[in-house]
C-alpha cells in the first residue's frame, strides 16, 4: 500500500497518517515535516500526538524537537495544559530533560490573550528550572492577572536565582494577599542576605497569613533584628502567626553557637515578659514530647517554660528522666520559672525511683523558695544516691533549713 504524501495528509487534516509516517518512516527530515504539519493542523488529536513524541524514547532528538517547536507556534491552548498534565509524576530529572526542550513553548505561552495559558505556563518554567525562564518569569511579575503574578513569583523561588530579588521585592506591596505570601516564601527559597530585611518588613504584613509565612520563613536566619521579628509574633493577636512564632523561636535558637546561647535566651526572656501572650501550649508540648531534632526538644521545653503554663508542669516533670542531661537541665529551670505552680507536682516527684527526677526536683524546689518543701527536702538528705543527698542538702539550706 502506497503511503499518501505529507502534502496530501495535510490537505486531508489527516491525524492519523501523519502519525504514522513519525513512527515508521525511515528518514529523519520526514518525520521532522509530519511534526509541522500536525501544528499546522491543530486540535487535540495534533497535539497529543506530538506530545507522545515529545516523549517517545524511541524518536531522535532532532524529531523531538521538531515537535516541540510545532507545539511553541500553535495558538492552542489546550497545548499548554495537556503538557503540564502530561509531565504530572513524572521525577524531577525526567522533567528537566523533558522540559529543556519545551521552554520556548511555556515563554511563549506568557504573551497569551488567555490568563489561565499565562498562569499555567508561568508555573510550568518554574518546574523547568532553567535559568533561561527568569527573565520572562520577572517580566511576568507585572502581569495584570494576580494568579499569572503569583505563579511567576513561586517559580523564581523554585529557579533560585538571585537577581530576582529586587524584582520580587516589588510584589510585597501587592494588593493581593496570596500574591504577597507566596512572593515571601520565594524570597526565602532564594536566601541571603539581601532577602532579610525583606522577610522582616513582611512580618509586619496586614494579612495574618503572610505574616505566617514570614516568621516561619525567618528561622533559617540570624541576627537581632530577625529575633525581635519572631519574638513579636509571640504576642501577634492571630494564632496562626503565634504558633508559627513559637516554632521559629525554637528553629532559630537551634542556630545559635551555644556561648551565646544563654545570653540571648535572658533576652529573649525579658521581652516575652513585655507583653501578655495567651500562646497555646498544645502544639509546643508536641515537639517537646516528639521533636525529631534533640535540639527542636530542648527549645521546645524551654518555650513552654516562658509561656509558663500551669497545664504543662506533669508533662514537665517526666522529662526529667529522660537521658539527656541538657533536657533535665532545660526542664529543671523551665519548672522554676512557671514557680508555685510547679511545687506539689515536684513534691510528688521527690518520691519518684529515678534518681535524676529527684535530684532534679529537689533542686528546683530550693530555687523556687516554697518553704513547704522542708520536711520532704530534709528526708530526702538520707537518699541512698549521693548525688541526691547533695542536691537536697543544697536546696533545704537554699529554704532556710538549719
Known amino acids: 500500500m502506497v503511503k499518501k504524501s505529507l502534502y496530501s495528509l495535510e490537505r486531508e487534516g489527516n491525524v492519523d497518517g501523519l502519525k504514522e509516517h513519525i513512527e515508521n518512516s525511515s528518514n529523519t527530515n520526514v518525520r521532522c515535516r509530519a511534526a509541522e504539519v500536525l501544528g499546522s493542523i491543530g486540535g487535540e488529536k495534533s497535539i497529543k500526538t506530538l506530545i507522545d513524541v515529545i516523549f517517545s524514547e524511541k524518536q531522535p532528538k532532532k524529531v523531538k524537537r521538531a515537535a516541540a517547536n510545532s507545539l511553541a507556534w500553535m495558538d492552542d491552548t489546550d497545548a499548554v495544559w495537556l503538557l503540564i498534565e502530561r509531565m504530572k509524576g513524572l521525577d524531577k530529572d525526567t522533567q528537566k530533560n523533558q ?8 515563554i511563549k505561552s506568557l504573551k497569551s490573550d488567555n490568563n489561565y495559558v499565562r498562569m499555567d505556563a508561568a508555573l510550568a518554567l518554574g518546574r523547568i528550572e532553567d535559568k533561561r525562564a527568569v527573565e ?6 507585572k502581569d495584570p492577572d494576580k494568579d499569572v503574578r503569583k505563579n511567576a513569583a513561586i517559580s523564581l523561588g523554585s529557579i533560585g536565582e538571585k537577581e530576582a530579588i529586587k524584582p520580587l521585592s516589588k510584589l510585597l506591596d501587592d494588593k493581593h494577599a496570596d500574591v504577597r505570601r507566596e512572593t515571601v ?3 526565602s527559597l532564594i536566601g541571603g542576605e539581601k532577602t532579610k530585611p525583606l522577610l522582616i518588613k513582611s512580618a509586619n ?3 495574618e497569613a503572610v505574616r505566617e509565612q514570614a516568621i516561619l520563613s525567618l528561622s533559617d536566619y540570624l541576627g537581632e533584628k530577625v529575633m525581635e521579628a519572631i519574638v513579636n509574633g509571640l504576642s501577634d493577636k492571630e494564632d ?7 516554632f521559629a523561636l525554637m528553629d532559630f535558637l537551634s542556630k545559635i553557637p ?3 546561647s544563654h545570653e540571648l535566651r535572658k533576652e529573649i526572656s525579658e521581652k516575652i515578659e513585655r507583653f501578655d501572650s495567651d500562646l497555646d501550649h498544645k502544639k509546643i508540648l508536641v515537639a517537646a514530647e516528639d521533636g525529631k531534632r ?14 509558663g503554663d500551669k497545664e504543662v508542669v506533669n508533662n514537665l516533670i517526666s522529662f526529667l528522666s529522660e537521658d539527656d542531661p ?15 505552680e510547679s511545687v506539689n507536682p515536684l513534691l510528688t516527684a521527690l518520691n519518684k525511683n529515678n534518681k535524676n527526677v529527684r535530684k532534679m526536683a529537689a533542686y528546683a524546689l530550693g530555687e523556687i523558695g516554697d518553704r513547704k518543701a522542708l520536711e520532704q527536702i530534709k528526708e530526702l538528705m538520707e537518699d541512698d544516691s549521693e548525688e541526691v543527698r547533695i542536691f537536697a542538702s543544697k536546696a533545704y539550706s537554699k529554704l532556710g533549713g538549719e
Do not use: C, H, M, Y
Not at 240 to 246: D, L, P, W
Not at 326 to 340: D, E, Y
Open 99 to 106: 522540559w529543556g526542550d519545551l521552554l520556548k513553548i511555556f
Open 136 to 141: 520572562p518569569l520577572i517580566n511576568a511579575l
Open 185 to 187: 516564601n520565594s524570597l
Open 205 to 207: 504584613d496586614k494579612d
Open 240 to 246: 496562626i502567626v503565634k504558633e508559627a512564632a513559637a
Open 258 to 260: 551555644e556561648q551565646r
Open 294 to 307: 534533640l535540639s527542636i526538644r530542648r527549645n521546645a521545653i524551654w518555650l513552654l517554660g516562658q509561656i
Open 326 to 340: 541538657q533536657i533535665r537541665r532545660i526542664t529543671t529551670l523551665s519548672l522554676i520559672n512557671i514557680g508555685n
